[in-house]
C-alpha cells in the first residue's frame, strides 16, 4: 500500500512563491514517475508537472519558466517549486505517482493565489 501525502499549499499574493512537497510511504517502495496535477471546480484535472526517473521533466505550457519539480529518490519525495505565482494558478494541487502499475494520488492541497 502506498500513501502520497502533500503539503506546503497555501495563500500567496500574486508574484510569490510556494514549495509544494509529496512524501510517499510504503516500505521499500519506489514511486516512478512522480508529479503534479491540479483542479479547479467545474474542470478536468490537468497535469502540472510530471518527473521521470532522476531528470527527465515535462510541464504544462502556462508554468513553464516558473514552475520547477524536482525530486529526493531516497527519501521517495517529490517537490513543487511554485515562483511568479499568478490568479490563475489558484486550484487544488495533487501529487500523483506511479508504483508497479498502479497509479496513486494524495489527498489535495490548496493553493490560492490573490490579485
Known amino acids: 500500500q502506498v500513501q502520497l501525502v502533500e503539503s506546503g499549499g497555501g495563500l500567496v499574493q500574486a508574484g510569490g512563491s510556494l514549495r509544494l512537497t509529496c512524501a510517499a510511504s510504503?516500505?521499500?517502495?519506489?514511486?516512478?514517475?512522480m508529479g503534479w496535477f491540479r483542479q479547479l471546480p467545474g474542470k478536468r484535472r490537468e497535469l502540472v508537472a510530471i518527473?521521470?526517473?532522476?531528470?527527465?521533466?515535462n510541464y504544462v505550457d502556462s508554468v513553464k519558466g516558473r514552475f520547477t519539480i524536482s525530486r529526493d529518490a531516497a527519501k521517495n519525495t517529490v517537490y513543487l517549486q511554485m515562483n511568479s505565482l499568478k490568479p490563475e494558478d489558484t486550484a487544488v494541487y495533487y501529487c500523483?505517482?506511479?508504483?508497479?502499475?498502479?497509479?496513486?494520488w494524495g489527498q489535495g492541497t490548496q493553493v490560492t493565489v490573490s490579485s
Open positions: 500523483y505517482g506511479i508504483y508497479g502499475t498502479q497509479a496513486y
Open positions: 510504503g516500505n521499500g517502495v519506489s514511486v516512478d514517475p
Open positions: 518527473m521521470v526517473g532522476s531528470n527527465m521533466t
